[in-house]
């Protein structure tokens, strides 16, 4: 036989192929041996064509898809997720942490901080997107808002008028049920000796219970609300009024001193994700208590809630709004406003009312789905970090690893079997972490619920937490795990027991990457930081216009305290510490006080502009010490004064388009009078408002609130006092009082609680990216010890080997700032929008976060650097 | 006692192999007996009758002899067994049975 090995003449390639795929795998090799043989063969005796047509339908007739080996293979490699396997990945994984503890413990540390971040932050956020799902009904509720506009005047609106309600569901059939609640803050209760405030309440329709899910315990939500004169008290305030919360059905509760309600059921505190908060319920009905007009369309004060049929309902229904506004609104309020109003009504779901409300008057300072994307955002690149941390130090290590696995190679390891292997290491990191992040968040939560103002927890025997860390901490290991597994598994045994390997160049790239996204990220939090921590204090440091320092603000809502103001206020100016009383109708600081559309009139044309007003007395500008611009105070010596006068502020003249108070005239009780005086303009509440238009009009004798402003030097003194001549006036009445920077602050405490998160998480995340950069910094250290010996033979300085060990890291860090600030600038503008008065972001707050990134970087690498410069050359090249 | 079975092609196969003595592989097989018989064969035929002559336990093999030519792949030569060898004798004590039993007018005439 004599086969000619001509390259000419090769078989049919996709016979071949087949043979190699579905041949008998016990006779596969000898058959294809003997057919590459036939076919030399047989294309010298048959030629080409036909030696095709047989090798082909030779191949076809030997096929055996369905063949398993019978003889087995003595040194068979077992199936890489064998259980005997999987126990001797978990072993070696565990040997391999233990041996290189430093190493270990620089990334367990990141991972656990990490996961520890991630899972506080996805508690936050969950809680945040599940605000007030609970209920059964959550997804056929929408709650009615309003969109107005006329004359340059524009309220977005979360409330809308008493009548509106009952007219929608008389009129649309695919309203099941309608519900109105109203909020009031500062509430007397009194029961037999007991009197207390109640800080929030609301008056709700008896629909209430249908609406939302409260857990009874005394009483039933189909009868509670039923009488105008029942009451539903919170377990908490019924504890505070009654000492207990059981046989308290049927007791009277004063309310306001005025009104006795009897007590109609008593229901557990609702969960803090429900979006109303209060102590006790109050119907609606009860038009003596809450002074609701029933029938006016104009007076925006009530949420409005709808009960769908379906939860589908709700766009068909918006399209039908204009009817709607024609048919009942447009000639009530027309009567009212006289021009021609855009009036939008839309229904906004319930689920989207936490988080999609700040456009609202209102509740501009409610949840912020902004603050939602922010702190998930965070969550994940501290993750990000910590997992970029273990793949650094993972890849940087390989060198150390490279002949373990040459060895394993040789001796028959797959590569299935090598990832398997290194997957294991970082699961079992992986789950070392969950574990170390578990006890740490059970040590952290309670400060971050205080922070937060938030009840998380998080439930470890409630087998689906359990799944979902498990999942977690697998996902981490596996993310985490897969790079390094993948390029470690694939060295050539060859190569690496050679000795002719390095890794200086394997990997080095992806390396040098992500550090650049590690350091950007930091970069990014670090101008983050100084900027949210700059506006914080821009805010609190801001002046108002006015004094707050030293003012009591007392809420006055009782009628008959209301009665004795003149005598309180004549006895309180009589003490020296005393520096001021006024009297005001409103509130500064705090809740929207009630606006009203005043006209005026200047050169025979006629304005209308809706703006908030409060009545105050003569004192009101010395106590808080408000500039006047031009014209004069409320005066008590002039008699046309108490017929009625008002004064108005700057932003308001700006809003007409006068240029000075005597250009016009202000309609005022029916008559035409001219503005007394213009004031500065002063802030009425934080800096994320503006300062809008305002009225300031004269009662020397109607208030609910009164502000004392006190002498600096002896504060508990006036304020004993104070409560002295307070309780000898009005015996019997609780006192209190709060200070007026405090209400400021107060309004603050959501921008600083976000603003601490944001900086203290931002820390965390530098922390990590440090952690990681100082395992990269040893590790390379270490790679070129002989290199530094050398150097230092030949006479290189320590500073200079420092600078060579630092250079490629501090060019990382310059590229990350080149990336990260432009991110930094654009994320921190979108940020400070929500803020009326606002920080310019000036540029040294970039090179003050460059700075702070390289000085941080240095000094993490320096540790290493210095180290391994300072190392005796000798001792470093004497190993060879 | 058990008689062997052999089929006309498989006695063939087996013939051959033990004709090629030391040579025997697949594709040796193959070609001699298209050259003895004249009878064009498939070489999955032959390969097939191989290994269930194996079976049979008529035949054994060894994997030997890689060569450049096939890639570097080994073959598998064949040799006749002990059982292999019995068979074939019984096969041909019977056929010589026969020949003897035929008369030797018929015989005459078949060869004439």
């Known amino acids: 036989m004599n086969p000619t090995n001509s390259p000419n003449h090769r078989p049919p390639r996709w016979a071949t192929a087949l043979l190699d795929w579905w041949g008998d795998p016990d006779t596969v090799e000898e058959v294809q041996g003997d057919l590459l043989e036939l076919y030399d063969y047989w294309v010298q005796t048959a030629g080409k064509r036909q030696a095709n047509w047989r090798y082909g339908l030779s191949v076809l007739k030997l096929v055996r898809p369905l063949a398993k080996p019978k003889r087995s293979n003595e040194y068979a490699s077992p199936f890489f997720l064998n259980p005997d396997m999987i126990r001797n990945y978990l072993k070696i994984a565990f040997r391999t942490l233990v041996k290189n503890k430093a190493y270990s413990t620089l990334t367990l540390l990141g991972l656990a901080v990490g996961m520890t971040c991630a899972i506080l932050l996805s508690l936050y956020v969950r809680d945040e997107l599940n605000y007030d799902r609970y209920h059964q009904h959550a997804n056929r509720i929408s709650r009615l808002n309003l969109h107005i506009k006329w004359e340059g005047n524009e309220y977005k609106l979360g409330v809308a008028s008493a009548p509106m ?52 315990i005394q009483g039933s939500p189909q009868t509670a609300l039923l009488s105008p004169n029942s009451v539903v008290l919170t377990q908490k305030l019924a504890v505070n009024l009654f000492g207990k919360t059981d046989g308290l059905l049927g007791k009277v509760v004063l309310v306001k001193d005025q009104v006795p309600v009897t007590v109609a059921g008593v229901i557990r505190d609702a969960p803090a994700n429900h979006h109303l908060k209060f102590e006790a319920i109050l119907p609606y009905s009860n038009e003596k208590l809450n002074g609701i007009s029933q029938s006016k369309w104009d007076s925006f004060n009530s949420m409005t809630y709808v009960l769908l049929n379906q939860d589908s309902d709700r766009g068909k229904l918006e399209a039908k709004m204009p ?177 002719a390997f390095t890794t200086s160049g394997k990997g080095a790239l992806l390396r040098k990457s992500l550090v650049v996204v590690q350091f950007t990220i930091s970069m990014v939090m670090i101008v983050g930081t100084i900027i949210v921590y700059r506006q914080l204090q821009f805010m609190r440091h801001t002046q108002l216009g006015f004094n707050q320092e030293q003012v009591l603000s007392i809420p006055l809502k009782i009628p008959s305290v209301q009665k004795t103001i003149t005598i309180l206020k004549s006895k309180l100016q009589q003490n020296p510490v005393i520096k001021g009383v006024s009297l005001t109708n409103g509130a500064v600081g705090g809740e929207i006080n009630d606006k009203s559309t005043f006209s005026f009139y200047a050169g025979g044309t006629e304005q209308s502009v809706s703006t908030e007003y409060f009545s105050v007395d ?63 303009d002063f802030h009425l509440r934080s800096l994320h408002n503006k300062i809008e238009p305002l009225v300031l009009v004269l009662h020397p004798d109607r208030g609910d609130n009164l502000l004392i402003r006190v002498s600096p030097q002896n504060i508990p003194a006036a304020l004993a006092y104070v409560k002295a001549v307070y309780e000898e006036v009005n015996p019997n009445q609780p006192f209190e009082y709060t200070f007026l920077d405090q209400i400021f602050a107060e309004q603050y405490r959501s921008d600083e609680q976000k603003g601490g998160l944001f900086i203290g998480f931002s820390g965390i995340a530098i922390f990590i990216a440090c952690l990681g950069l100082f395992g990269l910094a040893t590790f390379t250290a270490e790679q070129r010890t002989k290199e530094i010996g050398v150097r230092k033979v030949l006479g290189a300085s320590v500073a200079s080997v420092v600078a060579l060990l630092s250079k490629d890291f501090l060019k990382l860090v310059g590229i990350a700032i ?63 | 006692m058990k008689r062997a079975f052999l089929g006309e092609f498989e006695e063939v196969v087996l013939l051959t192999v033990a004709v090629l003595d030391e040579s025997a592989y697949g594709v040796t097989v193959t070609q001699e007996i298209e050259q003895k018989t004249g009878r064009a064969v498939g070489f999955s035929t032959v390969h097939t009758t191989l290994q269930r002559l194996e079976e049979k336990g008529y035949l054994s093999s060894k994997m030997s002899g890689a060569t450049a030519e096939r890639g570097g792949r080994r073959k598998r030569f064949f040799s006749v067994t002990a059982a292999g060898r019995k068979a074939l004798v019984d096969v041909k004590s019977i056929r010589e049975q026969l020949w003897d039993a035929l008369p030797p007018q018929t015989l005459q005439l078949m060869g004439g």
């Open chain 1, 323 to 499: 009817g709607f506004y024609k048919k009942y609104i447009a000639r009530t309020i027309g009567d009212v406003v006289g021009k021609k109003v855009q009036f939008d009504i839309t229904f906004q779901p319930l689920a989207d009312m936490h988080l999609r409300s700040t456009h609202l008057m209102g509740e501009e300072n409610g949840g912020n789905l902004a603050y939602v994307y922010t702190f998930s955002a965070i969550g994940l690149f501290i993750l990000l970090i910590a997992v970029v941390n273990y793949i650094n130090l993972a890849t940087a290590r390989s060198a150390g690893r490279a002949k373990e696995i040459g060895v394993r190679k040789a001796i028959g390891s797959l590569q299935f079997q090598l990832m398997g292997q290194f997957l294991a290491e970082s699961m079992l990191l992986s789950f070392l972490a969950l574990v170390a992040s578990l006890v740490l968040l059970y040590a952290l939560l309670p400060g971050f619920n205080l922070m937060t103002a938030k009840t998380l927890t998080i439930d470890l025997w409630n087998i689906r937490t359990v799944l979902q860390l498990t999942g977690f901490a697998l996902v981490i290991g596996f993310v985490s795990g897969l790079y390094p597994a993948f390029i470690l598994s694939r060295f050539k045994p060859a190569a690496v027991l050679k000795g």
């Open chain 1, 165 to 216: 309600g009952p007219a929608l569901q008389r009129e649309y059939p695919e309203i099941r049920q309608v519900l109105r609640v109203q909020t009031r803050n500062e509430t007397l209760f009194r029961a037999g000796e007991n009197v207390l405030y109640a800080k929030n309440i609301i008056y709700a329709d008896s629909t209430l219970f249908t609406f939302f899910d409260y857990e009874f």
């Open chain 1, 818 to 880: 080149l990336i990260a600030s432009p991110i930094a600038w654009y994320g921190m503008n979108r940020w400070l929008q929500d803020f009326a008065y606002k920080i310019d972001i000036e540029w040294w707050v970039f090179a003050l976060a460059g700075l702070l990134a390289i000085g941080i970087a240095l000094l993490t690498i320096s540790f290493q650097s210095i180290k391994a410069a300072l190392m005796n050359p000798v001792r470093s090249l004497r190993s060879e």
């Open chain 1, 618 to 680: 003569h004192d009101f500008l010395n106590v808080l010490q408000i500039k006047l611009k031009e014209g004069r105070n409320f005066s008590p010596d002039l008699a046309s004064d108490s017929a009625g006068a008002v004064l108005v502020n700057e932003a308001m003249l700006k809003r007409l388009g006068w240029k000075n108070r005597t250009v016009g005239l202000i309609e005022f009780d029916t008559k035409k009078i001219p503005v007394a005086g213009v004031i500065r």
